[in-house]
């Protein structure tokens, strides 16, 4: 399975927001849980927020009420609205999806390169 394709990363101040895309590309049977994790630097990756196909999202605690994910099965792309930005927001954020490539194939899980967000003060 190709990378997925990852934009809209960048340097804002603290307070401010971005909006993180991602998309599965190519032709593929089926798309289930997409989402995104991120690592700061000396720290372990951790969850952000994730969606199913059906809408369903669920939000790492840092970020509730403040990151809003959603996603547009007809072109099978999500997306981070970030709002409200820390500087304990920095750090890498990696877009994933788990992938059905076609009708009867098991599932497998792509991940983006990872696009860099960088909150100062």
């Known amino acids: 399975q190709a990378q997925l394709l990852e934009s809209g990363g960048g340097s804002v101040q603290a307070g401010e927001s971005l909006r993180l895309s991602c998309a599965v590309p190519?032709?593929?049977?089926?798309?289930?849980?997409m989402g995104w994790y991120r690592q700061a630097p000396g720290k372990q990756r951790e969850m952000v927020a994730q969606?199913?196909?059906?809408?369903?999202?669920n939000y790492g605690e840092s970020v509730k009420g403040r990151f809003t994910i959603s996603r547009d099965n007809a072109k099978n792309t999500v997306y981070l609205q970030m709002d409200s930005l820390r500087l304990e927001d920095t750090g890498v954020y990696y877009c994933?999806?788990?992938?059905?490539?076609?009708?009867?194939?098991?599932?497998?899980?792509?991940w983006g390169p990872g696009t860099q967000v960088t909150v100062s003060a």
């Open positions: 969606v199913t196909h059906g809408g369903t999202a």
């Open positions: 994933y999806a788990t992938i059905y490539g076609a009708v009867g194939a098991p599932p497998a899980d792509a």
């Open positions: 190519g032709s593929v049977f089926a798309v289930n849980l």
